[in-house]
């Protein structure tokens, strides 16, 4: 699993934090799915197949164009479990820069089943957040995305232990150029995470 090119993995043998839940469903731009052998391009070592994730592309205002923003919030509420949540963002670029920010928080309580039954270790929170900054100059653009991710609880039902925090912070840097020899896709990222399960 490819998340913005860092090969992700789930730092818990439980799985507790798959490679997925370290980017929020609002910051996704593209899933693509590679059935079989994969390309060394896309990570090399999978034979059963590779799962890419990517986030939006920084926008950039069209030539002439002052300045381009765009923002956006939105909510959701749910009475069994009472779950809340919420995400904003916003993003502010000129022909050549763009600078974006995303972030999104989700919490629930213990949820009830069809037949009226509390259904223990159900709970979480999560906070999520990226900045995007990006630079583009003929057919060069260089990006960096900083994000972190806070965790402070979740329940698993089908396991005798909680995940009670999983704070993670990334950066990722990339490079894209189009010459007329080819390509250049080159990425630096560095991720860590700390995670206690109890």
Not at 47 to 60: K, L, N, Q, R
Not at 100 to 107: F, H, I, K, L, W
Not at 156 to 180: I, K, L, P, S
């Amino acid at each position: 699993v490819l998340v913005n090119g860092m090969t992700m993995a789930a730092h818990c043998g439980n799985h507790m934090n798959p490679p997925l839940s370290y980017i929020d469903p609002t910051n996704v731009g593209s899933i693509n799915v590679l059935a079989g052998i994969t390309p060394v391009s896309n990570g090399g070592d999978s034979i059963g197949g590779t799962i890419i994730v990517d986030s939006a592309a920084p926008e950039f205002a069209a030539p002439g164009q002052p300045v381009l923003v765009h923002g956006g919030t939105s909510g959701n509420h749910r009475t069994n479990g009472v779950v809340s949540g919420g995400n904003a963002s916003l993003s502010v670029a000129t022909e050549h820069l763009s600078a974006s920010y995303t972030g999104s928080y989700a919490n629930a309580a213990d949820y009830w089943d069809g037949a009226g039954k509390l259904v223990l270790s159900t709970v979480f929170e999560s906070r999520n957040g990226s900045l995007k900054l990006a630079a583009r100059r003929g057919n060069n653009l260089f990006s960096v995305d900083l994000g972190y991710q806070v965790i402070p609880e979740q329940g698993f039902v089908n396991d005798y232990m909680d995940m009670t925090r999983n704070d993670g912070r990334f950066v990722n840097a990339r490079y894209q150029g189009a010459f007329a020899w080819g390509k250049v896709d080159a990425r630096y990222y560095y991720s860590n995470v700390g995670h206690e399960m109890n």
